[in-house]
């Protein structure tokens, strides 16, 4: 599996060598206070600081780096090569060669033992210390005693054994460890990044990081809790009260030696940093502002003053919500004339937006791209949405926390988000910086697993929708609105997974049906004869559109079309073929044939569909749905792997009887193509009618929040 788009790419990156030892480090932002985040066990590297990297580095400056023994880092051998005064003095030798006088210390874990070491050693280097789920050793663990054991039974903690790691059983141990570091449940994509990261490390250089800490096999260590009465900073340690690696008392015991501040994150594990992101990088920026308090500007209107503000959130996967959202928000101001729509956006949304001449709110820069991500997940015509979505983490954490900065220094009446899913699923999980009316829009709920992914792709969407579920019971007010685009037969009737309710039960009793928003009034484009005119079409021309939305994941749907277009025309003599690429595939990518013009993003292209006499498309629901409601033929192959296209959208679409269906694989055959285009050409239409006020209505349900 390839790496995962970063949500911020550093802007400089290093090597420094200290003893022969090589350590990687990368530097991201320039604010006036650099924090070094840093490492912990190296049982995983400085990824692990993804989902407070993006944040952090809006605000400051920071710099990480993988500590000895892992990631991009050499790998010494011997436990004297991995004592807590290594780790500290490699620390320094980061903050020198970075360029770094003086830096306030993040660290996790095993971390904060060696960032105690260099708060101690060398306090005109640390402006403070912020300490997670601090190990330290203020006497022995209790899993130290099976450490150099002959053991026959392995379970448990007793995994936590050098000859076991090194015999076989490390496997075994990283699933078990991690699942005691992540004791919440639905914890299933931390322990599963952890488990990668672990797996990077040999057993043999983790025996040697284990002895290093304890000074056993050549290595000295020295008691911890001197040091702590050296340290002069300001501290706070934050630790959990369900962690089940390092018990909340090590912390606690942390805190009173070095005279810090505690916070206790009730029913949190060992890594809150990864699960409870949010609130842990909230509370690394207030520690800041209070050893560096910054120089604010702000404006505070008077509530008789205030306008009537929405903040609109519109998915940027795909141009469809872009589309349904602006007719929304049009339908919108004429019952509310004074409203002052502000839109938190990316490209490829903010090409539709721009083009309407809507605001577009400054903070949108700050947000990570999810189209690049989903571009980097395809394969050939195959995206899997699903665990494209999982591993998109760290990007919803950082476009959550965009977001949340803007409601925090401004007004907003209303928020509305159109599967905006890192807006919803953080407000679920940090209820309290809910202080707007919040409207939610989709047109699927529930993740469904593809048959080939088995019982643990089953296992995983189950988790996630049991979640959700669990989530919209315990905070149901968090929603002042759920919005459905489309009808109750619209919503497929799977179950939420083994012991979970149907989807299509749930969703009749949580959400509102605003019916479809198509964007455009059907009625505009049934003159075909007057359309055809308009768009400068020949009245008896055969015309054909071929379209893959507006990321640049369906480029080669688009060639394997461009590739039958000569026989097409063989078989449809005359024919006329328009392919959008959209605003993510570069037209001149693409090869050329007779008879094809070639466009990138076309406005208005539901015209274009409308007036083609047969359109091949990918699975997504708005293209589709427009073909639908403009009662045109059409052919469409949705990606591989792609729940919602092969199973929400395709149930919409059969319910409507609307459309063919056609497999990737038989796209391949430019004649099993040609055979599906021409037959959907010359089929009689008779679709369900799409209704033409979905967008009335959806706004209409959003006008009393206002």
Known sequence: MTPAVRAREPDSSGTVVRDGVGLAWEVFGDGDTTLLLMPTWVIVHSRFWKAQVPYLARHFRVVTFDGRGSGRSDRPSGAAAYADREFAADAVAVLDATGTDRAVLV?????????????????????????????????????????????EDHAGWRTYNRHYWTEGGYDDFLHFFFGQMFAEAHSTKQIEDCIGWGREIDPVTLVDTVCGRMGTDGAETE???????????????????????????????LARRTRGSLVLLEGTGHGPHARQPVKVNHLIREFVAGIRPPVTRRTWPAAASRRRRALYLSSPIGLGHARRDLATAQELRKLHPDLEVDWLAQHPVTAVLEQAGERIHPASRWLANESAHIEHEAGEHDLHAFQAIRRMDETLVNNFLVFADVVAEEHYDLVIGDEAWDVDYFLHENPELKRFPFAWLTDFVGWLPMPDGGEEEARLTADYNAEMLEQRARYAAVRDRSVFVGNPDDVVADAFGPGLPRIDDWVRGHFDFAGYVTGFDPASVADRGALRARLGIEPDRPYCVVTVGGSGVGQPLLRRVLDAVPALRREVPGMRVLVVGGPRIDPASLPRRRGVTVRGHVPDLYRHLAAADISVVQGGLTTTMELTAARRPFV???????????RHVRHRLERYGAGRCLDYDAAADPDALVEAVVGEMGREVDYRPVESDGAARAAQLLADLL
């Open 223 to 253: 008691p911890l809790g001197p040091l702590c009465e050296q340290v002069r900073c300001p501290v706070t340690v934050v630790h959990g009260t369900d962690d089940r690696v390092v018990p909340a008392s090590v912390g606690e015991e």
């Open 636 to 646: 469409y192959v949705p990606l591989r792997h792609h729940f919602e296209q092969n």
């Open 107 to 151: 660290a996790l874990s095993a971390g904060a033992t060696h960032a105690v070491h260099v708060a101690a050693r060398h306090p005109d280097r640390v402006l403070g210390l912020f300490a997670i789920g601090p190990s330290c050793r203020f006497g022995a663990y209790p899993r130290d005693a099976d450490w150099d054991a002959d053991l």
